[in-house]
């Protein structure tokens, strides 16, 4: 079967482990030229030579999301290598950003999880759109969360952050579709990896036995989805979201 990225230079924000690192893994397998980027540095180069070991052509570069300067910097030196086919909107805080009510949410906190989470995949896109223009028509896929379709409670910002991205998907389409750009978000449920290991197992649980198919999540349950958005295959479809999370919810 033929690969569907093949020859396609992809951008993973937060690539450096978990889902990130399983979709770039996916990615690349599939064929994918792979642009990887996260805050965490010596991360970040463990998985990119995991990666060029196996014989995969990959850019490792630390991009601050929090910080304009850095995705700024950090595409300019993306440019430098043409253009980009797809752009994955991976990277957000999801560690340490639950367990108290909307009442005693801490601002501090609300407002970091928000310049990460909904501005930082805003400005990644900004500025990845002429070379996502000039690969003749790219992808993007943001990332957003299941928590959003269904209220997850002690999770406010969270949860807010990822209603954004769903709304900003969906106008992101429509002002980027007369450039032949496709934009669409995948709204995953709690999945196993490093990012969610602080969530308590009653959380896991729950999920799990609330789900038509009975069992946990895992990154890879992700990955294609992901992929035939980023391909030809799905040249026709942008502004939607579409939840990946076993049955929890049905959008």
């Given amino acids: 079967m033929a690969q569907m990225l093949s020859g396609k230079r992809i951008l993973v924000t937060g690539a450096a482990r978990g889902l990130g690192r399983s979709v770039a893994e996916a990615a690349a397998a599939d064929g994918a030229r792979l642009v990887l980027s996260d805050i965490l540095a010596e991360e970040l180069e463990a998985t990119a030579q995991a990666l060029r070991s196996r014989g995969v052509e990959v850019e490792a570069l630390v991009i601050d999301q929090a910080d304009p300067a850095s995705i700024e910097a950090g595409l300019a030196r993306v440019a430098e290598g043409g253009p980009l086919d797809g752009l994955v909107n991976n990277?957000?805080?999801?560690?340490?950003?639950?367990?108290?009510?909307?009442?005693?949410?801490?601002?501090?906190?609300?407002?970091?999880?928000?310049?990460?989470?909904?501005?930082?995949?805003?400005?990644?896109?900004?500025?990845?759109?002429?070379?996502?223009?000039?690969?003749?028509?790219?992808?993007?896929?943001?990332?957003?969360?299941?928590?959003?379709?269904?209220?997850?409670?002690?999770l406010m910002a969270y949860v807010a952050s990822k209603g954004a991205v769903i709304s900003m998907t969906r106008a992101m389409a429509s002002e980027l579709g007369e450039r032949e750009i496709c934009v669409n978000a995948v709204a995953p449920g709690l999945t196993r990896c490093e990012a969610t290991e602080y969530v308590p197992q009653e959380r896991y649980d729950f999920y799990a036995q609330g789900r038509a198919l009975k069992r946990e999540q895992q990154p890879d349950d992700v990955d294609g989805t992901i992929l035939y958005l980023l391909s030809d295959w799905a040249k026709f479809v942008t502004g939607q979201v579409i939840p990946i999370n076993g049955g929890f919810v049905f959008n």
């Fill in 91 to 154: 990277a957000a805080i999801a560690t340490g950003v639950g367990g108290e009510t909307m009442m005693d949410y801490d601002m501090a906190l609300w407002d970091r999880v928000m310049t990460v989470n909904v501005r930082g995949p805003w400005l990644m896109t900004r500025a990845a759109v002429p070379l996502l223009e000039a690969a003749g028509g790219g992808r993007v896929v943001n990332l957003a969360s299941d928590t959003a379709l269904w209220g997850a409670p002690k």
